[in-house]
Structure formats: structure tokens, C-alpha cells
């Protein structure tokens, strides 16, 4: 069954780091655009960065730019986001997520299709 598997979040102080993953299985091991998207408690899900797989070309949220970096080990099929400099406002769930419509890629959620249960990162002050 494909399906996206999100793992490497957790618990962490203002100013941490963390790692995400994004491992694909089936056809979602590929994909035209993939990436990662956040929802906090009492909001809407929103997009975080997302890659263009042909192109190898990322696409940032102006409020991760600089702190964020999204990239792919083609060979084992997964995705990464890296997140530095975090801050309490950056808690909430991170999902990853795919589409197979053409670029340009987009941060909008409705335009994905696939996508996986989630990882929670939570930053405290």
C-alpha cells in the first residue's frame, strides 16, 4: 500500500533543532511535488516548504525562510525538512505530502493529494 511516513519530531527548547523525514512507499516513493505542511492547535494546516522533485527546485514559507531547508536523498526516496532556530510558535504537527500535478508547486494544501498521519513538534520557551 503507498503511503507517506513521517518520523523525527519531538520535544524540544526555543533555539533547537529538529530533523523530519519523509519516506515514501510505492508510488509515493515519487512523486512532482513533495513537501511538508504544519497545523497547530485551533488553526489551519499550512505549507512549510515543498520541493520540485524534477527540478530539485525548493520552495519556502516566508516565515521558515533562513531557518528551514528541505532536500531529498534521491536513492532511498526520502524527503527531509531541517529546522532550525526553533520557536514556540513553530509547535504544532508536521505532515508531509505529495502530488503528481504538474509544477509549478504550490503551499496550498488543497492541491495535495497524498498524504501521511504526521510527526508532533513541540518547542518550548
Known amino acids: 500500500q503507498a503511503q507517506l511516513v513521517e518520523s523525527g519530531g519531538g520535544s524540544v527548547q526555543a533555539g533547537g533543532s529538529l530533523r523530519l523525514a519523509c519516506v515514501g512507499s510505492?508510488?509515493?516513493?515519487?512523486?512532482?511535488?513533495k513537501g511538508w505542511f504544519r497545523q497547530a492547535p485551533g488553526a489551519e494546516r499550512e505549507g512549510v516548504a515543498v520541493?520540485?522533485?524534477?527540478?530539485?527546485?525548493?520552495l519556502y514559507a516566508n516565515s521558515g525562510k533562513g531557518r528551514w531547508k528541505i532536500s531529498r536523498d534521491p536513492v532511498e526516496k526520502t524527503v527531509f525538512l531541517d529546522v532550525a532556530s526553533l520557536r514556540p510558535e513553530d509547535t504544532g504537527t508536521y505532515y508531509c505530502?505529495?502530488?503528481?500535478?504538474?509544477?509549478?508547486?504550490?503551499?496550498?494544501?488543497?492541491?495535495?493529494?497524498?498524504w501521511g498521519q504526521g510527526t508532533q513538534v513541540t518547542v518550548s520557551s
Open positions: 520541493m520540485n522533485l524534477l527540478a530539485n527546485e525548493p
Open positions: 505530502a505529495a502530488t503528481w500535478r504538474s509544477p509549478p508547486c504550490t503551499l496550498i494544501p488543497d492541491d495535495y493529494d497524498h
Open positions: 510505492g508510488v509515493l516513493r515519487g512523486g512532482v511535488c
